[in-house]
């Protein structure tokens, strides 16, 4: 029996939006390329070599996992952006490329000095092949299933892998280069966004990996004046959703969700559940995607009942509210049992349908 | 100026985070005769601790912890072959890499900044490291701690192994995980000695693992 994409979205689209009326709670797990590999037995070369290899591994892997969504994880603008101000500022030897995850830049090779940032060339996406490549799977997966596709977005993370550690030294020393070098990327994920409207159609949210927001890296001030206010400013520039990711252990969530319009928040900390019951009672109108199933904890060392329990918690105290979809945060890691992974799926069958029916703490 | 005030203004530097005001009040507290041993007891380690405290209230983050840090190495940089002639000072070796794999190194430059400040010999063997490279600069030095730093859930696995052929090889240095994607359910899975996911707290665990160890 073919794959009921069709459920899925119609599942996620609802909880997004409210409807007091689904089938059962959705499910997004986070698929890395490590993942896909693992799954379709292809190295991340071939992938990326191939988007049809890769979307027909992309959602053999989703399938696989009883997802409801589907998508591929390169194209995000993190390992993949750095990678295309590498190539268009001539330093694609500073890439590491990997059989089975993906390729990493050596973090801070690209703007080691100053008059590297002042310099820096913005890539045009439209002239990247791997880009080009990403887009083209995008397109495939779309086609193939129906799940509008986008690539996500991120401004931090694309500062940290360019400039690496010495953007933290540049926050108190020379913000001014900071700042310029924020503007570049920002200008830079315009160009990533509208090369995929003109691919894939206006997407219906933006998913953005926030990694500013984050205690351990920095104050919630700086954390808006670096990253905040370019996301203020793209949501009034494109006018579309936006949904953010930290999966950060000490992430300003409420904060956040206090300064910038999200429609959804996707992460696995704080640990406590009761953060995230009150922060669905603070919050009714964002949609929360994971709370606190954190997959270094139960997926990778628990048992497949651990696994069960957390995911019973997270739906009987967040589901009856409406605005919860179930996700272990960040992606499953290598090597993870088979039977943890697919636990989740399993529990969300057993604790997860019709969950506006579901009482508290049954 | 006296021996107090330059003390005083030395640590109020290191605090601020302040590189060439430190590196000139160190300077100038050696000129005036103030012993090593003080300097570091009373301005650079009382910074440290007031820098960490700050953190710990977030007052401080990261690019303030940095820039202390930074400042101590650059005073210690100074102060350390005082130290060593005057005392034979020996704070402990610590070695520290990104597994194989990983090649993020934010967290990692920012322990080894907090550690060196602190008087620690540290050797960074930098990203990317494979087990049997961890063995074999294990094996030439000896460090009283390992450190593997990593960001991504696919390093669990490599540190793993690392810490596997570290024990095979019969290393017995402390072995202690620092990243995000760490817990204390992995790191006992692992069979690491402790684990931390912000530099800070890494490097009391550290200090603490040697004062158990019969370290100083």
């Known amino acids: 029996m073919s794959y009921d994409w069709n459920a899925s979205i119609t599942r996620v689209l609802k909880t997004l939006s409210g409807v007091r009326k689904i089938d059962k709670v959705p499910y997004v797990p986070m698929v890395g390329e490590d993942t896909i590999a693992r799954i379709s037995g292809k190295t991340t070369k071939e992938l990326l070599n191939s988007p049809e290899l890769y979307a027909k591994s992309a959602i053999m892997s989703y399938e696989f996992l009883q997802s409801d969504i589907v998508g591929i994880p390169t194209a995000y603008t993190g390992p993949a952006e750095a990678l295309a101000f590498a190539e268009v500022n001539g330093k694609t030897e500073m890439i590491n490329w990997y059989d089975y995850k993906i390729f990493m830049i050596q973090q801070g090779a690209v703007c080691k000095t100053k008059s590297d940032v002042e310099n820096l060339k913005i890539p045009e996406h439209r002239k990247s092949d791997l880009w080009k490549k990403l887009f083209e799977s995008l397109k495939i997966v779309q086609e193939k299933t129906k799940f509008p596709q986008n690539c996500i977005l991120g401004l931090w993370c694309v500062v940290q892998e360019l400039r690496g550690i010495q953007a933290y030294r540049d926050m108190r020393r020379d913000s001014d280069l900071l700042m310029k070098l924020c503007e570049k990327i920002y200008d830079s994920l315009l160009d990533v966004y509208y090369y995929a409207v003109d691919l894939l159609g206006k997407p219906g949210f933006i998913t953005f990996a926030g990694y500013s927001f984050n205690r351990h890296m920095m104050s919630f001030k700086d954390a808006m004046k670096y990253e905040g206010d370019f996301i203020k400013r793209m949501q009034k520039e494109i006018k579309i959703p936006f949904i953010l990711h930290n999966c950060g252990t000490a992430p300003y969530f409420e904060e956040v969700c206090k300064e910038i319009n999200f429609i959804g928040i996707n992460g696995s900390h704080p640990l406590d559940i009761n953060y995230w019951i009150e922060f669905q009672k603070k919050f009714p109108k964002v949609t929360i995607f994971g709370a606190n199933i954190d997959v270094s904890r139960e997926i990778l060392n628990g048992t497949p009942q651990d696994v069960e329990e957390k995911v019973k918690e997270n739906i009987l105290n967040l589901a009856p509210s409406g605005r919860y979809i179930c996700s272990p945060v960040c992606s499953i890691p290598w090597g993870v049992s088979l039977p943890n992974v697919m636990a989740v799926p399993k529990a969300i069958e057993k604790y997860g349908k019709d969950p506006f029916k579901l009482r508290k703490n049954q | ?216």
């Open chain 2, 1 to 216: 100026m006296d021996k107090n005030e330059i003390i005083n203004k030395l640590k109020a530097s290191i605090i601020e985070g302040l590189i060439e005001e430190s590196v000139e009040n160190v300077k100038f507290a050696i000129d005036i005769g103030v012993e090593a041993k003080t300097i570091l007891n009373e301005a650079v380690v009382k910074g440290a601790e007031e820098v960490g405290k700050k953190y710990e209230n977030e007052e401080y983050f990261l690019a303030d912890m940095l820039l202390a840090g930074d400042a101590i190495n650059e005073c210690m940089n100074i102060l350390r072959p005082n130290l060593k002639l005057r005392n034979g000072a020996k704070f402990g070796t610590i070695m520290i890499g990104t597994p194989e794999g990983d090649i993020h190194e934010i967290g990692k430059s920012l322990i080894v900044s907090l550690l060196q400040g602190q008087g620690f010999d540290v050797i960074d063997l930098g990203v990317d490291i494979p087990p049997a490279r961890f063995v074999e600069e294990a094996k030439k030095v000896y460090p009283d701690v390992i450190g593997l730093s990593g960001l991504l859930t696919v390093t669990i696995s490599k540190m793993r192994e690392t810490v596997v052929e570290l024990k095979k090889a019969g290393i017995i240095s402390k072995i202690i995980l620092g990243g995000g994607i760490l817990s204390e359910e992995t790191c006992k899975s692992i069979g690491a000695d402790a684990w931390t996911k912000d530099g800070w707290e890494g490097v009391r665990i550290i200090k603490e693992m040697l004062r158990k160890d019969g370290g100083n």
